[in-house]
């Protein structure tokens, strides 16, 4: 028995090993408290609003939010007659009509927000060659998740003077290779926020981050509410099996 | 039970074909050894882990699409749009690793207590077969989403084929259905995917077929030898796998519900690039032991043979283990070598998470070249030399003293002392 | 065989009568089933209409483009929905018969919310073709309304079957006027 406990530690410390791959030459994340972290997570409404303002005056510019349709704005805390309004601020390209051409109309909540390049390809001739992506899983898709990206965004600094920059490319010590395409997104007071949260880079960093957490797993909320009370039922289900294995059991000796 | 059996329908089916006697046979008066620890619950923890991924996927692949276009944004769809989509998606990625984990447990029970061992050698081989076809069957699933992870970890394993001489390059295109992984590649890894479950099921009967001949092994390692040594499998073997369950399916929610991600990549979120590598390529968690053997051997084939090796040796346990005594219980030496060489594999796993850099080169190769060793050179020579202690005369005497008594009704037998 | 002092439960021997089923068994066993229903649930539920399916379950559609006399198709869950902006002489025509003896006896102000428009699911009740009748050209069969090319259905000016082995009226979808020419459809 003692056996077998000492090889489920050893298992439980190569496990915790396992979690976290070896990095190279990169800025230490801080972590920071997110409202939705933990079993009791939640979104806050408010940053999220604020994120999307963030998304929507500075970032759609170059980056996609291919997986997001206007009607799933109503999670934020929007009703359906603002969103409606947010829609029809965007043309959307439909067809082919009667006459076999391509038209645009307004937007309606039914339809995905419009990536602002029609392709690949014309994303990077705008940038330089590189290609900013799509920000609807950033993320999930990075090591680090939200406490990466808000070290990103937050991070930017003038390079060290042994550090050569390539032409066109920015300092940043949390990329992996320290140079990204992107130049600093955010200058303070870049977004007017209409809560009247001053609009610092830390301030909008977190309201934008948190905003792309939602765009990539809106399900959270509802993941971990269901999750207690699944666990709570499990706990006492489990329970019960035991109390009845006991009493089958003692009916003989074991 | 005997008025059921009186009722006429059942009378009717009966004489036709008699499935409840089977049923009655095989689940309610099965003697199982009185012995066994929870150890042995993971052999019905594993059957259910299949039936959970049998219903899950199933029912996935309602809304999933398998063409490259369109396979990453139907994931999404599944998680953004689909009533529990997200639920459906975490639980049958997660089941994976669950069903990884219940049935590698169980694979070391096997070996620390000695159960591959005669009569159960086929049992053993086909439980084997099961792990085989279980790793081509996750290979292919992790294909399908179409992240980066799926499209390199696949373009990686798959080149391995190149290394046969002579039909290498011609197996590989076969393989592909073209010059590089691609549509045609994921088209048919989801009918693979689909299909391979339901064979694996076909080896899951004829495991417990192979299992019902000579029945359980038990923590001694000692053969039943009488009714006293057993208890009919139900009630008391159904109730405590009930609560094994209970225990599995928290774990399994805990991972669900509070950390879906944690065992798999970030990278897998990026929609395939075929013009952009990742810069670490790492397999899931549990192919990860055989992709360090893999690496560790330079030369392209001899590391494809070693990681095939890796598992394909496991089949000539009941050989290469020459002791008499089957369970480690008896074997103190044995006992040892056995969690050395756990944490062999746990040593091997961590350093295929990590690139081929430094210190992981050389701790992999002593790893991998000890995992060898173990079978090669350490179990044979074990079982010549190792003085074992005395086996008990069987399976009740610790129990029940000289004799013991039968368990049905609700006799609770005084303990006699001789 | 003795009984042992402590258990009171049901023995499971062969025969014996449990006329009291042990609470901790009974208690296990309907956790057991509400679990087994909670994991059955997502598993058909998963199969009803998704998010994005259910969006365009409604449609809003402009009706200001469309002259009078003229028709327009549009698209709502699948299926196609005619719209026509009607003439006096077909709201007179809709107006000025006798239903009695109708297949589907149905009085026009019951079908339409404003007598100027007319908005039907156009699917033959039949067998499901699309009947013919809104390009100009197309034939409008014997009560100028529509007509189904598969098996000869007449529909008259307020949709409804007059001639043909169609059982029912052109179906008319659930709608509400948003405004004087905006409705939302579904």
């Known amino acids: ?254 | 039970m005997e008025k059921f059996m009186q009722n006429p329908i059942v009378r009717w089916v009966e004489y036709r074909l008699p499935v409840f006697a089977f049923m009655n046979h095989q689940l309610v008066d099965y003697p199982t050894p009185r012995n066994l620890n929870y150890w042995w619950n993971f052999g019905s923890l594993a059957g259910i882990a299949l039936v959970i991924q049998i219903v899950t996927g199933i029912v996935l692949a309602f809304h999933y699409t398998p063409q490259a276009d369109l396979a990453f944004a139907s994931v999404e769809h599944i998680m953004r749009n689909v009533n529990y989509g997200w639920l459906l998606r975490y639980v049958h990625s997660n089941g994976a690793s669950m069903f990884f984990i219940v049935v590698f447990i169980h694979l070391f029970r096997g070996m620390y207590y000695g159960s591959y061992k005669a009569p159960r050698e086929i049992l053993w081989w086909l439980g084997l077969v099961i792990l085989l076809m279980m790793m081509a069957t996750a290979f292919m699933g992790y294909v399908l989403p179409w992240g980066q992870m799926s499209y390199w970890g696949a373009t990686v394993i798959t080149n391995m084929f190149t290394a046969f001489p002579l039909v290498g390059d011609w197996l590989t295109t076969l393989l592909w259905g073209g010059f590089v992984v691609g549509n045609p590649t994921l088209n048919r890894f989801f009918s693979l995917h689909y299909l391979l479950p339901f064979m694996i099921v076909g080896v899951v009967v004829v495991h417990l077929w192979a299992l019902h001949v000579h029945k359980s092994n038990n923590p001694l390692g000692i053969d039943m030898k009488g009714p006293q040594d057993s208890l009919p499998f139900h009630p008391y073997y159904t109730i405590k796998d009930m609560y094994g369950l209970g225990i599995f399916l928290l774990v399994f929610a805990y991972l669900v519900f509070f950390a879906p991600n944690m065992l798999g990549e970030a990278d897998n979120y990026i929609p395939a690039n075929p013009l952009v590598t990742p810069p670490h390529i790492v397999p899931e968690w549990y192919f990860l032991p055989f992709y360090s053997i893999l690496r560790a051997i330079p030369d392209k084939l001899l590391g494809v043979i070693g990681m095939f090796g890796a598992t394909m040796i496991l089949f000539a346990l009941p050989w290469l283990d020459t002791s008499k005594v089957r369970s480690a219980k008896f074997r103190p030496i044995f006992k040892q070598f056995f969690w050395l060489f756990v944490l062999d594999v746990l040593v091997l796993g961590w350093v295929g998470k990590n690139p081929p850099e430094g210190m992981f080169i050389i701790i992999g190769r002593v790893a991998s070249v000890y995992y060898f060793a173990h079978f090669l050179v350490i179990l044979p020579l074990l079982g010549k030399f190792e003085k074992t202690c005395p086996l008990p005369e069987s399976i009740g005497t610790p129990v029940l003293g000289g004799g013991g008594e039968m368990p049905s009704g609700a006799a609770a037998a005084k303990r006699e002392k001789s | 065989m003795t009984n042992s002092t402590s258990a009171a439960g049901p023995t499971g021997a062969h025969g014996e009568d449990e006329t009291r089923r042990d609470f901790l068994y009974l208690a296990t066993g309907a956790m057991t089933a509400i679990g087994a229903a909670a994991i059955a649930w997502p598993l058909v539920q998963n199969m009803n209409p998704s998010a994005d399916v259910l969006a365009l379950s409604s449609i809003e559609f402009d009706l200001s483009p469309i002259e009078v006399g003229q028709s327009v198709t549009v698209s709502w869950r699948g299926k196609p929905v005619f719209a026509r902006h009607r003439t006096p002489e077909e709201i007179t025509a809709a107006n000025d018969v006798d239903i009695k003896n109708f297949r589907d006896p149905e009085a026009d102000s019951d079908r339409v919310q404003k007598p100027e428009w007319l908005i039907m699911v156009g699917i033959c009740t039949h067998l499901g073709c699309i009947p013919l009748g809104q390009k100009s050209g197309e034939p409008k069969g014997d009560f100028d309304g529509w007509f189904c090319p598969c098996h000869g259905s007449h529909y008259d000016t307020s949709g409804r079957i007059r001639i043909g082995p169609a059982p029912r009226n052109l179906d008319v979808p659930e709608y509400v006027f948003l405004s004087d020419t905006v409705i939302k459809i579904g």
């Not at chain 1, 190279?24 to 972590?31: L, M, P, S, T, W």
């Not at chain 1, 067809?95 to 602002?116: C, H, K, N």
């Not at chain 1, 990077?124 to 998740?145: F, H, M, Q, W, Y």
């Not at chain 1, 109390?243 to 089958?248: G, L, N, P, T």
Request: proline share 6%; aromatic share 10%; net charge negative.
């Open chain 1, 1 to 254: 028995m003692m056996r077998a406990v000492m090889g489920a530690a050893a298992a439980a410390i190569v496990f915790a090993g396992l979690a976290g791959p070896a990095s190279a030459a990169v800025g230490e994340i801080e972590k920071q408290n997110w409202s939705f972290d933990g079993v009791f997570g939640k979104f806050d409404k408010a940053a999220l609003q604020r994120g999307f303002q963030v998304y929507k005056e500075v970032c759609a510019g170059c980056h996609g939010l291919e997986y997001i349709a206007f009607r799933n704005l109503t999670e934020l805390g929007l009703n359906e007659d603002q969103v409606k309004a947010i829609a029809a601020e965007y043309e959307i390209e439909d067809g082919p009509d009667d006459e076999g051409e391509m038209f645009t109309r307004p937007a309606i909540l039914a339809d995905i927000l419009p990536s602002p390049f029609a392709n690949d390809n014309a994303a990077r001739a705008s940038n330089n060659g590189a290609l900013p992506p799509d920000l609807s899983l950033i993320a999930k898709a990075r090591t680090g998740g939200p406490d990466y990206l808000h070290a990103l965004l937050t991070g930017y600094v003038d390079a060290p003077a042994d550090v050569k920059i390539n032409e066109g490319m920015s300092y940043n010590p949390y990329f992996p290779g320290n140079q990204i395409a992107m130049p600093p997104p955010i200058d303070d007071d870049a977004v007017e926020y209409t809560d009247g949260t001053p609009a610092t880079v830390d301030q909008m960093s977190l309201d934008v981050v948190h905003f792309l957490m939602w765009a990539a797993e809106p399900k959270l909320e509802i993941r971990k509410r269901m999750g207690i009370k699944v666990i709570l039922f499990l706990l006492v289900l489990t329970a019960l099996f035991y109390a009845s294995k006991r009493k089958v059991w003692s009916r003989i000796d074991h």
